[in-house]
């Protein structure tokens, strides 16, 4: 790329860390941060106002030519690290375990993969930018300078969910959280359009057992910035 900018992939399953990870990164290099999950959660939220979030009219409406429409008039943006849904500030309703499951049915769906893909690359042209996803280095930005796979076993995930989920006071059994990181891994590897998967020119950062300033440290020294 020109000018000197350069992107940064980051890509690997649920709960792996990319967010803060990636966060942390963006800051020591001052370039931007894109979290593409939080976008497919938007949708998810929006979708889920709108029809509810499971049974019929919602595999009805995720089928239906309505859903185009419903994209079109759909406007998301990040405004001092927040997501903006048409105008409104969506970060705290976005980060539940409904909604998690939501981004993963709607980002199945060729029409909003095709709308946040093309939001995503805009991203990715105008400045140095960090993004974190599923399908960065496989396909959003194929030819980033930089490609990770970050990734953990899905207990070490779990486990860091389950805290989390504690901390924020909304705590859920750990076996539940496990199994939804677990369906969420199978939905996001066996789905037809663009699955999880390590590009094969990505570098794998396997964080099982170490912090979060280890692993910070180990992708640092791979950009050597
Ligand atoms: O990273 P996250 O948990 O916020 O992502 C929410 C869901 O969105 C996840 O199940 C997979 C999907 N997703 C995707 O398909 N492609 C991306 N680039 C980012 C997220």
Sequence with gaps: MNQGIYRIAVDGPSGAGKSTIAKAIAKELNIEYIDTGAMYRAIGYKVAKHVGSDG?????????????????????????????????????SIRTPEMSMMASKCSAI???????????????????????GRDIGTNVLKDAEYKIYLTASPEERANRRFKELQEKGDPQPYEEVLRDIKQRDHNDMTRKLNPLRKADDAVEVDSTGMGKEEVIQTILKMINR
């Design 56 to 92: 019929e009219e919602l595999e009805r409406f995720l089928g239906s030519d309505d859903l185009v429409e419903f994209l079109k008039d759909t406007d998301i943006d990040f405004v001092k690290g927040h997501i903006f849904l048409d105008g409104e500030d969506v970060e705290s």
């Design 110 to 132: 060729p029409a909003v993969r095709e709308k946040l893909v093309d939001i995503q690359r805009n991203m990715g042209t105008r400045k140095s930018v960090i993004m974190d």
